[in-house]
């Protein structure tokens, strides 16, 4: 059996990972989804969420991602995500001024579409920063 799994990560934008990893946790509408190399084929939709994969050797990488779609088959795992981006790469302060804005857009009640924007954009900018302190969190410690 192959000890590795072929990943890569597409975000709308850019591709973000592309390469072996020895396993995967991704965010998904059923909660925490853990790949391992052999897993039975599958699609899922995923949520917003912190994901994380092992490099081979062991190094563990995160991301903060949005909604996108999850496809396994065989050995190959495909993750195409509105965004993607390193715990390096998302500046906190603007997560946080993102998140105040949304939550005041939350708070104006005017229609169910704006309403439900805002409910989006606050889910990202809180994934954000979920992301970005576990992350900083781990280099302290």
Do not use: W
Not at 2 to 26: M, Q, R
Not at 51 to 73: D, H, N, Q, T
Not at 101 to 123: C, D, F, W
């Amino acid at each position: 059996m192959n000890k590795t799994i072929e990943l890569s990560i597409l975000a709308a934008d850019s591709p973000f990972y592309s390469g072996s990893c020895e396993g995967l946790i991704v965010p998904t509408t059923d909660g925490q989804f853990g790949i391992l190399p052999g897993r039975c084929e599958v699609i899922a939709a995923i949520t917003p969420g912190e994901l994380s994969f092992v490099l081979p050797g062991g190094e563990v990488r995160y991301a903060a991602v949005s909604e996108g779609l999850l496809k396994i088959e065989g050995d190959h795992v495909l993750i195409l995500v509105d965004t993607a981006e390193r715990p390096e790469d998302i500046d906190a302060n603007r997560a946080q001024r993102a998140a105040d804005a949304a939550r005041e857009e939350i708070l104006k009640k005017r229609s169910r579409q704006e309403y439900l924007s805002a409910q989006a954009h606050l889910a990202r900018a809180i994934n954000r920063l979920r992301v970005h302190e576990h992350v900083a969190d781990g280099k302290r410690s």
